[in-house]
Structures are given as structure tokens and as C-alpha cells.
């Protein structure tokens, strides 16, 4: 799905076998790093890809300066991201019958 602001974000892919399998998109505003955009192909899930996608943009907007890195994420995923050291703002909403908390991580 493209968005006008995806000319202000930086995108990122992982490749295996070359073939495109995981892509984020991440957003600077003020200091604070939005991902969005995540994912890894169905067959690659649970083999560290995503691991290594959010730890390689954490130290992305780390080296950048950012403050924090933050994400709408999926109740869904919620765990995937604790587990990666992100905790709950208290926001929760749903959009399209999805059902998002935003976490956040610091950076400093």
C-alpha cells in the first residue's frame, strides 16, 4: 500500500535466496522514529528475520539521533515487540476492524 508521506520515510527490505522477504518503512518526526509497514513473507516468519529487521532499525534511529521508536502494533503481535524490549503507552485503538495498541521503545 503506498501513502503520500512514503517519500519522507526511509524503507527497508530483506532479502533471502533473492527473493524480497520482510520490508519496514520508518519515519522521523522531532527526535521520535514511527515504523510502519512491517513484515516478513508467511514462510519466513518465526526464523529471526523480523528479529533482525527491528533490531537493525533500532540501531538505525539510534545512530540518527532518535530518542524513542515507536509502532501501532497489531494485538497480535504485541508479544513479538515486548519481547524485543517494547512497552504499552496505554493507547489502544481499532482501525478497519484491526485491533492496534502503540508501543514504544527508548533509544538513549
Known sequence: ???????????FGAFADNYLVA???LFHN????????????????GKGIGAEMLEYIT????????????????STAISFYVKHGFTSTGKIFTRDDIDY???SKPLN
Open 1 to 11: 500500500m503506498e501513502m503520500d508521506e512514503d517519500f519522507d520515510g526511509v524503507h
Open 101 to 103: 495498541e502503540v508501543l
Open 59 to 74: 540501531d538505525y534511529a539510534r545512530h540518527e539521533g532518535g530518542t524513542r521508536l515507536w509502532c501501532n502494533a497489531r
Open 23 to 25: 520490508v519496514v518503512s
Open 30 to 45: 522531532d527526535g521520535e522514529y514511527q515504523f510502519r509497514k512491517f513484515a516478513v513473507t508467511p514462510a519466513r516468519q
